[in-house]
């Protein structure tokens, strides 16, 4: 099992510009989440997801869209990019019951100018 | 919202001594509280986790406590080794809420000096 991946790695965008980052999840987890990591303020939820067709709001939602058309993907959109979404992006997954391990894929370094 | 204190930011030992980092949560409803350990350039995971009908978990030795009267819980790392070095993060969660989300710490960056 592949477990969590990223793609793509890393990407340098410019300011204005759009892109979607793609985490797949080989595990058959039900939930899906999107964070951010900034140095000094460790990782923030950005979206989730809690099934197949969908999403909610994390922490800090803004300037980002996620889909969630299929159980195994979940993409992270940024329709508009700018210099503050220059992040590590993280994304995780797990089973739904209590108990279960938050499974984190490699991380999608993105540089935006 | 739930909001999770950790301290302290960096911590610096010598190899073989012990490692203590805590962390402060604000929901009374959190009952779920891992910690996860991030090495340079690599995903965070989880190291040991504990719930709130337990006061102490132990894995050889990485240990955690939890004291719920004060909402606080602290990651014990005895014998510390040279690739212990690592940045550690805290998180609570409300198990049975839903969607299980984890508020992280903001970490704390270990340093085990040989």
């Known amino acids: 099992n592949a477990g969590v991946t990223q793609t793509p790695k890393f990407r340098v965008l410019k300011t204005g510009q759009s892109m979607t980052l793609l985490c797949a999840q080989d595990?058959?987890?039900?939930?899906m989440y999107w964070y951010r990591q900034d140095p000094g303020m460790g990782l923030r939820l950005i979206h989730y997801?809690?099934?197949?067709?969908?999403?909610a709001k994390g922490e800090v939602p803004d300037g980002y869209n996620v889909s969630r058309l299929k159980k195994q993907n979940f993409l992270l959109g940024l329709e508009s990019a700018a210099p503050s979404q220059t992040s590590v992006y993280f994304c995780?997954?797990?089973?739904?019951?209590?108990?279960?391990?938050?499974?984190f894929g490699p991380g999608t370094r993105l540089l935006v100018l | 919202g739930e909001n999770v204190e950790q301290h302290p930011s960096t911590l610096s030992v010598q190899e073989g001594d012990s490692a203590v980092i805590k962390c402060t949560y604000s929901?009374?409803?959190?009952?779920?509280f891992p910690w996860y350990k991030q090495e340079l350039g690599k995903r965070p995971q989880l190291i040991i986790d504990?719930?709130?009908?337990?006061g102490e978990k132990k894995d050889q030795r990485i240990a955690v406590t939890l004291n719920k009267t004060a909402k606080h819980f602290s990651l014990h790392i005895t014998e510390t080794q040279p690739e212990d070095s690592a940045v550690y993060f805290c998180a609570a969660s409300i198990a049975g809420a839903g969607s299980y989300q984890l508020t992280f710490g903001k970490g704390t960056k270990l340093s085990v000096i040989p």
């Open positions: 595990m058959n987890h039900e939930y």
């Open positions: 929901d009374s409803a959190s009952n779920y």
């Open positions: 997801s809690v099934g197949e067709g969908t999403t």
């Open positions: 995780a997954s797990r089973f739904p019951w209590e108990g279960e391990t938050q499974y």
């Open positions: 504990i719930r709130s009908n337990v």
